[in-house]
């Protein structure tokens, strides 16, 4: 491990990424006194796993981790959550699967076992590497062994609005905490018919990832699964024309590949910090020298060229940069001067972003728990 890595690694910093409002906020109230929603960016290795902590609720947005020791630590990290927070009475308002691949849903019947889930919003596939867990799930529901509600979610429901906002319902916005309304709403799902890609991205199951944006008020989240560049087109193309993309914290596609971020997404996006959630950069590298098929060293995650494009987009800087790896392709890393607001779970651990509904944000990195 380089040098100048290791000593950031273990180090907990706070940094206070935006403050649009100065004195007293336009609720009258000050900022410590306001409502506020917690994004935990779970360092779950090579994997995607958010929980959305409201004053009322929680979301959860995929329940993917990197292996089953990885799996076991999330529930420990879920219970020891859930026990700060006896309100919830371990109970998940909704769980989003972006897609069906297991780096997405690899927890997903462990988590449906230990706390009670009242949603699952899918986009209908359950038949690629992480289907598994959803049919078990889809099938202990439909024999009345688990009350959850499924709802799977198709593009044609979102694009057949008379508006360009997005799709939502009971079951994807399950909450209203009183003081605080948060807002959420599916912009992209599975597409029922090829909307003119080449054959190869429509079986492609990253394309039909679920596009979710969250509002808090005047706080902004876009979570885009393993969304790629032809259906990535195909998004910024509907919205054109629109605020509907247009957000501050965005949670990066596809843990940072060189495929699922594009600058016309980014410039739709405007985002003032982004989060990649990927692996430690030798996961999947061996002693043998061999290399492990589905692992961080192996896809090369993140790339460098978009943390690149990522810092060109990004206007405001980290307040303690960064010494990262990423990488210039499979199993090819280099260090690699992270300034401006990007993270990553690879490289920053658990990251938290505190949020108000008058659009202040803190962020922490190497995040202890919840």
């Known amino acids: 491990m380089?040098?100048?890595?290791?000593?950031?690694?273990?180090?907990?910093?706070?940094?206070?990424?935006?403050?649009?409002?100065?004195?007293?906020?336009?609720?009258?109230?000050?900022?410590?006194l306001q409502p506020a929603m917690y994004a935990h960016f779970i360092d779950v290795g090579q994997a995607d796993c958010t929980l959305l902590e409201f004053p009322c609720g929680v979301i959860l947005i995929d329940a993917g981790t990197q292996s089953d020791e990885r799996t076991a630590g999330l529930i420990t990290q879920l219970e020891h959550f859930f026990a700060g927070r006896p309100d919830l009475d371990e109970t998940i308002d909704t769980v989003f699967i972006?897609?069906?691949?297991?780096?997405?849903?690899?927890?997903?019947?462990?988590?449906?076992?230990?706390?009670?889930?009242?949603n699952i919003i899918d986009n209908g596939h359950a038949t690629h590497s992480g289907g598994a867990d959803q049919r078990w799930i889809m099938a202990e529901a439909e024999a009345g062994r688990l009350g959850i509600n499924i709802r799977h979610v198709s593009d044609?429901?979102?694009?057949?609005?008379?508006?360009?906002?997005?799709?939502?319902?009971?079951?994807?916005?399950p909450l209203n905490c009183g003081d605080c309304d948060p807002v959420i709403r599916i912009l992209a799902a599975s597409y029922d018919e090829n909307p003119g890609w080449p054959s190869g991205d429509f079986e492609n199951e990253n394309n039909h990832s679920l596009v979710i944006r969250v509002d808090f008020e005047e706080s902004s989240f876009l979570f885009s699964g393993d969304l790629q560049e032809q259906s990535i087109e195909t998004l910024v193309e509907?919205?054109?024309?629109?605020?509907?993309?247009?957000?501050?914290?965005?949670?990066?596609?596809?843990?940072?590949?060189?495929?699922?971020?594009?600058?016309?997404?980014?410039?739709?996006?405007?985002?003032?910090?982004?989060?990649?959630?990927?692996?430690?950069?030798?996961?999947?590298?061996?002693?043998?020298?061999?290399?492990?098929?589905?692992?961080?060293?192996?896809?090369?995650?993140p790339r460098a060229e978009i943390v690149e494009l990522l810092e060109e987009e990004i206007p405001g800087y980290r307040s303690r940069r960064t010494i990262a790896m990423a990488a210039r392709g499979s199993r090819d890393f280099v260090e690699y001067t992270v300034r401006k607001r990007v993270y990553a779970t690879g490289w920053d651990?658990?990251?938290?972003?505190?949020?108000t509904p008058t659009r202040d944000y803190r962020i922490t990195v190497n995040h202890q728990g919840f």
């Open 2 to 32: 380089p040098s100048l890595l290791r000593h950031f690694i273990g180090t907990a910093v706070v940094l206070l990424v935006i403050c649009s409002h100065s004195g007293v906020p336009a609720s009258g109230l000050p900022l410590q």
């Open 98 to 118: 972006t897609h069906s691949h297991i780096d997405h849903t690899r927890a997903l019947r462990e988590i449906a076992e230990r706390f009670t889930i009242h």
């Open 156 to 173: 044609a429901e979102v694009t057949t609005l008379p508006h360009r906002r997005g799709l939502t319902d009971a079951a994807i916005d």
């Open 238 to 301: 509907y919205y054109q024309g629109t605020d509907t993309l247009d957000i501050d914290i965005h949670q990066v596609g596809h843990h940072g590949s060189h495929n699922a971020t594009t600058r016309e997404f980014l410039e739709a996006m405007t985002p003032h910090a982004a989060i990649i959630s990927m692996g430690y950069w030798e996961f999947g590298r061996q002693p043998d020298g061999s290399v492990l098929p589905f692992s961080t060293f192996r896809y090369g995650h």
């Open 349 to 355: 651990g658990t990251i938290r972003v505190r949020a």
